[in-house]
């Protein structure tokens, strides 16, 4: 993304107004590169931080459903122990029924054990993406330049005005002491 320049105004100006206006035009034209390269840093880190957020977020997600899932197994395997044992010990159940038991058991325990799998490759492939992502967005993110240091601007005066020594610090003159106060007596 870069910024749009307005056009430039033609005037008129002798030599020097040319040369001021030359300058005035590198300083404008140097102000809106730098102004478009940290716009561009800035939209990029931007795009960085998301997919590392994402990434962070992810990771809670699959804390917490690890945290609920087992609570879940949990419950499933009480509840598959409890038919089980009263399936055994029944009298009004039939041998068929049992079987029916023992098959619904092993069907809850490879669904537990598919959904499983399919959550973590799933999470698998969102990490890797955000990783992907976030390395893409570092490497694609242009450096700002560093600032150019301004000139310094020289003067034609000599003498004693260009070499004064800037005066001391925590140092007062005898003029500007203040004299001591008294104590009033009580």
Do not use: N
């Amino acid at each position: 993304m870069t910024l749009i320049r307005p056009e430039k105004k033609k005037g008129r100006g002798g030599k020097r107004a040319g040369v001021r206006d030359r300058r005035f035009e590198e300083m404008v034209e140097d102000a809106w590169k730098r102004q478009s390269e940290r716009m561009e840093h800035a939209i990029s880190g931007g795009r960085r931080q998301a997919a590392s957020m994402a990434g962070r977020l992810l990771a809670l997600e699959r804390e917490v459903f690890d945290g609920v899932f087992g609570i879940v197994c949990q419950a499933q395997e009480r509840s598959e122990k409890f038919f089980r044992e009263h399936a055994k010990d029944s009298d009004w159940l039939p041998p068929e029924g049992q079987e029916l038991v023992k098959a619904w058991v092993k069907t809850l325990e490879s669904g537990r054990k598919e959904f499983r799998r399919t959550v973590d490759k799933s999470h698998d492939l969102l990490a890797a993406y955000f990783e992907r992502l976030e390395e893409a967005e570092k490497k694609t993110r242009p450096e700002p330049k560093p600032k150019a240091k301004a000139k310094k601007r020289t003067t034609a005066k000599t003498g004693s005005a260009a070499k004064k020594k800037p005066a001391a610090r925590g140092k007062t003159t005898a003029a500007k002491k203040r004299p001591a106060r008294k104590k009033a007596a009580v």
